[in-house]
């Protein structure tokens, strides 16, 4: 303690004090980092503060008060929640199930309507607001304190998760002075989207560690409700949770003190002041038309938050007008749920296909009854592979839910086993390939089945031709999948070099093929003859050969054969390749068919110009071992790897005698330490730039 020396115990008062100050510094830095999302010290500082209290706390446990920032988790495991009844109900509002602009409009026209408007009468005001995607709570404050959490449950009694709402970091277990001496704050509980795919994450790790009834959770607001009625604090604590302030319950009077609020918008704006998180996109808008442009525009951008939403909602701002509207059986008047079109719907699995592709991989994929979700009728989803397929479990006839939001891939999120139809089987990987029938297998380590038949088999040999023929490739324009099917199915073509041998007449008399698109793919066929080393080993389709490694093989051996007849150690010394791709590619060329290919389109005609090995021409700093340490200004850390290994340098994590050279950025830590010790040359950004030009001039 600052004020305290070896020689004096602090009196109670000055501890006293500091602790108080201590929780006053904690909140502020909590609300910072929790709801603001702009902290102005270090975790480590935060951290420090709070130990310092708990210290004290410690010593003096009478001192502790509910309120403070080391109480947010310490409940005891409940048995069961205590009944809540609601001062004021917690009501629900009408939802508008129509995601059309006329959803807007309708709530528009039946409040002007029972408020008596004419028709020529100005707009009426409303605040827009999201509609989050969590459970409804009530948090009650008396003299500023947090005293409880409550779920809605019928709306006139709720469960008391008081416990579980501590844990909530964005939630003030304080408010500041001058806030009412009662205030319940409305809002939703939910869990941001990177949050829940954490937590999924640490709960697979669970559960494949043999954790006893740990379970996987469906969607961020099933997890949400989950960790909400979890009744042991200490695990609900570790499941993340946020919370948005949309409104309020039981509020002490004007006459009493209260607020004046005339509008919801200076309600949620004084909520903010008091430390709640309420979302920056709430707006006052005027009139039908602002609500449509505001239901459009936040459905264009849902994807970019980082929570999910289901709508917006609007809400008369007047609060007065508010009061005239009431309510009609259970629902105010003066608020409405407009809804998005779904991102998850049910559906149903018509069949489980299994899908082969360029390298022979097998993938299921869940033949879907048509559904529209995220805006596109949706009928394939992948199951990725046999260990997905089972972890989902997902079986025939199962009923799911299929999600799509924005541009991401369709998936199945789970299958209801509650309703699966008697005799429902899970899925098997098949053992031999659905199209050529060669076995499948899967190779020790890994998750996906591979056909075994290469180019035998017809799935393989299309992939192959597509992969070829793709721009990145040799280039022959105008080969498409449709084509590719009808060629192979044909039997016309079987491998590669069979394209170049393809005559005008083959091609005429496919299906749909006019003369002229005839003439087009010849041509184009012909252009592509003339290409570049990378592009036509890339082209090749090697297992785990991409662009980039192609270039590297090309410009370290110059000449396809020297490639060919590599050795793995030497193939190895090519910067981007590692054990793995070197074996893969003395496989690929190891097999006689495959050398035959590439003889077949050199003789077709297809070329490229080759050069001289410029493995220690282009490698200048050969032999020579570089450590990274720190943020350069202007490299990530992959792009120098990236330059260093292209020059032939090794880079390596520690540094020691060997060592030649350290390169450091900003908060370069103990590796900088270490490299002054030893005496090994330290660069910097700008050193390390100099010294790859020079070597490469
Ligand atoms: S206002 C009397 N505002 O949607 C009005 N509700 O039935 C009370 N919800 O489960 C609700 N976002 O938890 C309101 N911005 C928002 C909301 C919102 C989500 C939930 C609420 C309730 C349901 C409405």
Known sequence: MPTADLFSIPDDDVVRHRAEELRRQLQHHGHRYYVLDAPEIPDAEYDRLFRELQAIEAAHPDWVMPDSPTQRVGGKPLDQFASVRHAVPMLSIRTETDTESSGALNFDARVRKELGLASDAPPVEYVAELKFDGLAMNLRYQQGVLVQAATRGDGETGEDVTQNIRTIGQIPLRLPAGAPPILEVRGEVYMRRDDFERLNETQRQRIAAGAKGEKTFVNPRNAAAGAVRQLDPAIAAQRPLSFFAYGVGELTSEEQGGPAWETHFELLQALKAWGMPV???????????????????????????????????????????????????????????????????????????????????????????????????????????????????????????????GDVIPEVVAALPEKRVAGAQSFTMPTHCPVCGSAALREEGEADHRCTGGLFCAAQRKQAILHFAQ?????????????????????????????????????????????????????????????????FLFGLGVRHVGESTAKALARHFGQLDRIMQASEDQ????????????????????????????????????????????????????????????????????????????????????????????????????????????GVAVLDEAGLLQLLSAQSS
């Not at 009139?287 to 994807?303: C, F, K, M, N, P």
Request: proline share 3%; charged share 25%.
């Open 279 to 405: 979302a920056e996109q709430v707006r006052v808008v005027q009139g039908a038309s602002e609500l449509v442009a505001y239901h459009q525009r936040i459905a264009a951008t849902r994807d970019q938050l980082s929570y999910d939403i289901d709508g917006v909602v609007y809400k008369v701002n007047s609060l007065a007008l508010q009061r005239a509207l009431g309510f009609v059986t259970r629902e105010p008047r003066w608020a409405v749920a407009h809804k998005f079109a779904a991102q998850e719907q049910f559906t149903t699995v018509q069949a489980i296909e299994v899908q082969v592709g360029r390298t022979g991989k097998l993938t299921p994929v869940a033949k879907l009854a048509p559904v529209f979700v995220g805006g596109v009728t949706v009928t394939n989803a992948t199951l990725h592979n046999e260990l997905e397929a089972r972890r989902k479990d997902v079986r025939v006839g199962d009923t799911v839910i299929v999600r799509r939001a």
């Open 571 to 678: 193939l190895s010394q090519v910067a981007d390749v590692g054990p793995v791709v070197a074996h893969s590619l003395r496989t690929f060329f190891d097999q006689a068919h495959n050398v035959e290919v590439v003889e077949q389109l050199r003789a077709c005609g297809v070329h490229w110009p080759e050069g001289e090995p410029s493995a220690t021409a282009m490698q200048p700093l050969a032999g020579k071992t570089f450590v990274l340490t720190g943020t350069l200004p202007t490299l990530s850390r992959e792009q120098a790897r990236d330059r260093l290994e292209a020059a032939g340098a090794k880079v390596a994590g520690s540094v020691s005698k060997k060592t030649h050279y350290v390169v450091a950025g900003a908060e370069a830590g103990s590796k900088l330490d270490k490299a002054q010790e030893l």
């Open 471 to 535: 721009r990145r490739a040799v280039e022959v324009e105008g080969l498409g999948e449709k084509l590719v099917d009808q060629l192979v199915d044909s039997g016309v073509v079987n491998t590669l070099p069979d394209l170049y041998r393809l005559g005008f007449m083959h091609l005429a008399s496919m299906e749909r093929m006019a003369e002229k698109s005839a003439k087009n793919i010849l041509d184009a066929l012909e252009k592509s003859k003339e290409t570049t080393l990378p592009r």
